[in-house]
């Protein structure tokens, strides 16, 4: 299975995301993860639509926005429009998830969904046509820098076990405390593309990094 590594720019530094976006760019990164977070749904503020597509031109990574918002749908069409590739929206702040999903996919993005830690997977499965990526979160959002929540890996399994039994395929993703020495769980348990904030950007050899990360998933 091809695992990708989608260094998170939460980590990055915000004064130079320019020069940031591009060293990911040579770094062997698959994806360029963008935390949005509201205040709100999440006790952290980040940045929205205006920065992104200014960032945008900095990059041909796709850019996997991932949404720590409420009321996403709302914002769906301007976050489309900065040049958001994949859009996660969060299964709890979505009083429709299927028609949010459906908006996504209309608005010519990839659908993601995420799960909190407490949150369990049954919500998704009806919704498996609908989706392109399972998000499951290995820390409460809010924050980088945190530990990695072993316990998520059962839903993890599950999710995997669901999308290899379905016939569209469906991203799987982990998000939190990613780093070498818990990133082998991740892959194991079946989770295929991994989020990494502070083990990206904690040295400047950002392709080091992402590396060390990959050979750690594969050993
Ligand atoms: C947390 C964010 C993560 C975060 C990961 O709410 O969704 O993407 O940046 O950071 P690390 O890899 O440092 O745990
Ligand atoms: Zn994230």
Redesign the pocket.
């Known amino acids: 299975m091809t695992i990708k590594i989608a260094p998170?720019i939460?980590?990055a530094d915000f004064a130079r995301m320019g020069e940031e976006l591009r060293a990911l760019e040579t770094s062997g990164a698959d994806y360029v993860?963008v935390?949005v977070m509201d205040g709100h749904f999440?006790p952290n503020f980040t940045f929205g639509p205006p920065l992104i597509k200014h960032w945008r031109k900095h990059s041909t990574l796709p850019f996997d926005v991932?949404l720590?918002m409420d009321n996403a749908d709302a914002y769906l069409a301007a976050f489309a429009d900065a040049g958001a590739d994949i859009l996660t929206v969060h299964a709890e702040a979505c009083p429709d998830l299927a028609a949010t999903l459906k908006n996504i996919r209309a608005l010519g993005c990839k659908a993601g969904v995420s799960l909190k830690p407490a949150t369990p997977v049954d919500v998704l499965k009806p919704l498996l046509p609908q989706i392109d990526l399972i998000l499951v979160m290995t820390?409460e959002?809010?924050?980088?820098?945190?530990s990695f929540m072993t316990d998520q890996m059962d839903k993890v399994r599950t999710l995997r076990s669901w999308i290899d039994h379905q016939a569209s395929p469906v991203e799987l993703e982990v998000?939190?405390?990613?780093a070498p020495d818990t990133i082998a769980t991740a892959r194991t348990a079946g989770a295929d593309v991994f989020?990494?904030?502070?083990?990206v950007f904690k040295t400047p050899d950002y392709a080091a990094n992402i590396a060390a990360l990959r050979a750690a998933a594969q050993a």
């Open positions: 998170s939460l980590s993860h935390d999440v991932h720590m820390v959002p809010g924050f980088g820098g945190q998000d939190g405390g990613i989020v990494a904030g502070s083990a």
